[in-house]
């Protein structure tokens, strides 16, 4: 039998590899790329693109003048005239109203020639509005509240004088000596 040399090379399997390139083909161009995303600059351009200044009109310089808001000069030195700092808001003081006493306020409500005008239409049985049908309630809910206030407080003095007189009473005569 015969010898076969192996060889350095074999036969190839997958895909065949690019020839290499000529080195004036390798060589990368100086040229920028284009770049990705918004220029720089891009808060002050909202547009993207950069605006050029043109002296002819000044009308045109306000048409150029792409920034977004007020355009109001601030004053960076504050003004010598003061300004006026009073509120705005005028407070009105409440009148304290006077705290009438129960029965003073009971007088004030039997004395209310509206309420006294009503209650006569309601007897002669004329109508009444929902308005005045509700004033009414509301009088006479209130004329029944102080009446039964009145009633109370009588009571309690009631009260404090059974309970001096029982005080007061001969039972404990035997112990004061």
């Keep these: ?58 009308n045109s ?5 792409s920034r977004v808001g007020s355009k109001k000069a601030i004053e960076l030195v504050p003004s010598q005239t003061p300004k006026n700092l009073q509120p705005k808001v005028v407070v009105k003081k409440a009148k304290p109203t006077p705290t009438l006493s129960i029965e003073q306020q009971l007088a004030q409500v039997e004395n209310d020639e509206r309420l006294n005008n009503l209650l006569d239409a309601l007897d002669e049985g004329n109508e009444i509005s929902a308005k005045d049908q509700a004033y009414i309630d509301h009088q006479t809910a209130k004329h029944q509240k102080l009446l039964a206030q009145i009633d109370d407080a009588e009571a309690n003095e009631e009260d404090k004088k059974e309970a001096w007189e029982e005080l007061d009473s001969s039972e404990f005569d035997e112990f004061k000596s």
């Design 1 to 58: 039998m015969t010898r076969k040399k192996k060889t350095r090379t074999e036969k190839t399997i997958g895909a065949a590899k690019k020839p290499l390139l000529k080195q004036s083909e390798r060589i990368k161009d100086n040229s920028k790329k284009k770049g990705k995303g918004r220029p720089s600059g891009a808060k002050a351009n909202i547009d993207g693109v950069k605006v050029k200044k043109t002296r002819s009109s000044s």
């Design 61 to 65: 310089a306000s048409e150029l003048d």
